[in-house]
């Protein structure tokens, strides 16, 4: 339930406040009110950003609409929120939003104190290494560093798994220490680093802006794990449910096969699990059993596509940003994206 | 008596020649203002040398070799970046504030809607600008319209959900449009509110006395960022829950109790140069407080802090910026954020994104300055230097 009181005072100073019923039937108050109010990254290259009409795009944007298409059947009923690094679970708490879809790390502390659960791993990130090759020829792995300047910046997590990582492996560096992430990008730019260090996907986007994306290379070692998901409130575990299969359906479509665009022959299929997850099958319970409609997933995959598509589309090869799978190829392709069965 | 010839006293009075060649015209002008002494010479030679150096390569850079139009980031980007543009090429990135100029407008306002944006806007200016313009009468009424009816027309106008216009939540607005109602509301709560304020101050009745200094010294202790960053992040958890205040009002709410404060100071400057035979004058012939203040003290003492309010106002135009703080995008955030759609991301982006929302900003600056000036001018009836 939602209602929205907005009282005039002195004009346009008008003093606004919606009180919406957060009570522990998330699922029930999402459908009363019509739309999903998905949490997104203020602006994050490939996972969340404005298109020129203003639509959000990305990664995370397309889950908060999987998630709308799994309710409602229709991707466009989400209510996109952005919000910052500290805000993003103040407003998840308060029940501002209904599901949190900005590259949050997976840790213990998030998912038990504050009160969160996660409903799986959409991306699985990791901090990487960038180098200058024109400047540091011959160099391909991480473990030939030893004694470069390493650009990074100060008081994230990424300082903190850098000197982990050098101190594990005996080797020497001078940190090049930043408090933004534009002076860090500039100074790296400017040469005043040999190295540069932050999440993969990171490293993809600053590549993009760079003046001479050639001479920069990923080194392939991964030195943290950044596993990355879409987070719920703790106490309501039928809207976890609805989330975390929303996951699960889009991974295991890409399995299957069904695309956005095959989407309609496959409810035809011969194969038995492929109508089954589609909803085909006689007293199918697929949806009934999160509160959903049995054609839940056909609605998902109609409507966003399965995890392979969003990936390439966002970030992947279909993208600017052309990040390979990686350890988010499937299970069955050389990687761990991997959905328990649906059935 | 004979008539004396006296043609040789002069008739008519000698035509004035004009000044040497180097005394007058553009010569005089340089000579004076230019190459007045060595020190001058030195530095108009040095100024000279610092726009043949940097002025021709920026109108190559924003003019000559930029990319006026395309459909992404291609034509901002180099062969080795990914794009179409040749190696070595550097350019402003117009395509993208083409691509993007409605978004940095209206923010994400429905796409629909925006005509009602559109009509605010026209509203604005048609009452504004007779109501800076002196010689066009009917001030009261139009003050009125400008101040009373105006806010609550547009605030249906904007929010919607009545008369069968469709809601828009605050949520989606952004860019200019959310700049400019930050600081109208801003600077028509914070002019009065800070009059009342300083006035307060000075009052001889403690309790208002003391409310008034506690309000302006715990407002003007708390940076902006830290009660912005309070209500969003805080405010939410003190309520019951489900409870959400809607964040432009809160914004809205914290700007103007912020300009507020300062105002208040610059006001109370005002009334400090009011010497106090201005008081006893007005008090000798029997006027009361409000007539006091309102005839006597405040017309003086406002007009001597002209410079000081206007200073308030741009310093708040500015810092609606902050609101991205609290997931709002001003016209500065929404640039800001743009920079992160990978369509547009390049080297050339973020540098002419924000070259364009410095210009804007600085259109409505300047011209807030300009006014303030002319003001001053017109009220500097007693003062003038």
Avoid at chain 1, 199 to 224: C, K
Avoid at chain 1, 230 to 237: A, L, T
Avoid at chain 2, 196 to 225: D, Q, T, Y
Avoid at chain 2, 242 to 265: H, I, K, N, P, Q
Wanted: aromatic content about 12%.
């Amino acid at each position: 339930m939602k209602t929205t009181i907005l009282t005039g005072v002195l004009g346009a100073a008008a003093l606004g406040f919606a009180a919406t019923a957060a009570s522990a039937a998330t699922l029930d108050d999402v459908k009363a009110k019509g739309e999903v109010a998905c949490g997104v990254h203020t602006g994050l290259q490939g996972f969340a950003a404005p298109d020129d009409q203003g639509n959000w795009r990305g990664f995370d944007s397309d889950f908060c609409r999987a998630v709308a298409a799994a309710v409602f059947g229709d991707p466009s009923k989400v209510r996109f929120v952005p919000t910052n690094a500290t805000e993003r679970f103040t407003a998840l708490q308060s029940g501002e939003i209904d599901v949190l879809s900005r590259n949050t790390t997976w840790t213990l502390s998030r998912d038990t104190s504050l009160g969160f659960n996660f409903a799986g791993v959409n991306y699985y990130d990791g901090q990487g290494f960038m180098i200058n090759a024109a400047k540091l020829p011959g160099i391909n792995s991480a473990l030939q560093l030893s004694g470069a300047a390493v650009c990074v910046q100060t008081g994230t997590t990424t300082e903190l798994n850098l000197a982990d990582y050098f101190a594990a492996n005996n080797m020497e560096y001078n940190p090049v220490v930043f408090q933004g992430f534009d002076e860090t990008n500039a100074a790296y730019e400017a040469g005043r680093c040999d190295v540069y260090t932050t999440d993969q996907s990171g490293l993809y986007a600053l590549r993009l802006t760079l003046g001479n994306p050639d001479e920069h290379v990923v080194l392939p070692e991964i030195i943290s794990k950044e596993p990355l998901g879409p987070v719920v409130r703790h106490g309501d575990d039928q809207w976890f449910d609805v989330v975390k299969w929303t996951l699960n359906a889009l991974i295991t479509a890409e399995e299957l096969g069904i695309t956005s665009e095959n989407v309609e022959e496959m409810k035809q299929s011969d194969n038995p699990e492929i109508r089954r997850v589609l909803g085909q099958e006689e007293n199918s319970t697929i949806g009934s059993a999160l509160g959903l409609d049995n054609a839940w997933v056909a609605n998902v995959v109609a409507g966003v596509g399965n995890y392979g598509e969003v990936f390439d589309r966002n970030i992947g090869q279909g993208s600017p940003l052309k990040i390979s799978r990686g350890l988010n190829q499937l299970w069955t392709k050389g990687g761990i994206q991997y959905a328990p069965p649906i059935r | 008596m004979q008539e004396h010839d006296i043609s040789f006293v002069r008739a008519e009075m000698v035509a004035n020649s004009t000044p040497p060649a180097a005394e007058r015209g553009i010569v005089r002008w340089l000579r004076t203002n230019m190459f007045a002494t060595p020190l001058d010479t030195v530095l108009t030679l040095l100024g000279l040398l610092l726009i043949a150096y940097t002025l021709p390569p920026f109108i190559r850079w924003a003019f000559i070799d930029a990319a006026w139009t395309g459909p992404d980031r291609s034509v901002c980007a180099t062969i080795v970046q990914g794009g179409l543009q040749p190696d070595g090429w550097s350019g402003a990135c117009w395509a993208f504030v083409n691509a993007k100029f409605a978004q940095f407008m209206y923010g994400r306002y429905t796409f629909g809607e925006r005509w009602r944006v559109d009509l605010t806007a026209i509203l604005f200016v048609a009452l504004l600008v007779p109501l800076l313009i002196p010689r066009v009468p009917y001030k009261f009424l139009n003050a009125v319209l400008f101040f009373g009816v105006f806010p609550i027309v547009s605030f249906f106008l904007l929010v919607g959900g009545w008369f069968g216009l469709a809601y828009v939540p605050t949520s989606e607005w952004g860019g200019l449009l959310v700049t400019m109602v930050l600081s109208f509301v801003g600077i028509s709560i914070s002019l009065p509110l800070g009059i009342a304020l300083a006035l307060g101050r000075r009052s001889k009745m403690p309790v208002i006395k003391v409310l008034c200094v506690v309000f302006i010294e715990m407002v003007r202790g708390v940076p902006l960022v830290t009660v912005l960053f309070m209500a969003s992040v805080m405010l939410p958890l003190f309520m019951p829950a489900g409870m959400t205040f809607d964040r432009f009002a809160r914004a809205l709410v914290g700007v103007s109790l912020f300009a507020s404060a300062y105002m208040a100071e610059v006001v109370r400057g005002g009334l400090q140069a009011i010497p106090k035979g201005q008081y006893e004058g007005a008090d000798s012939l029997g006027l009361s407080y409000w007539q006091k203040t309102g005839l006597i003290v405040l017309p003086q003492a406002l007009k001597l802090v002209i410079p000081g309010i206007v200073n308030t106002f741009i310093g708040l135009f500015k810092d609606t910026s902050l609101v991205y703080i609290i997931g709002m995008f001003d016209l500065l955030g929404i640039v800001r954020q743009n920079f992160q759609d990978s369509n547009w991301a390049s080297a050339q982006t973020p540098m002419s994104g924000l070259l364009f929302a410095g210009f804007i900003f600085w259109i409505f600056c300047f011209g807030m300055s300009r006014y303030s000036i002319y003001m001053e001018r017109r009220l500097d009836t007693g003062h003038k230097r």
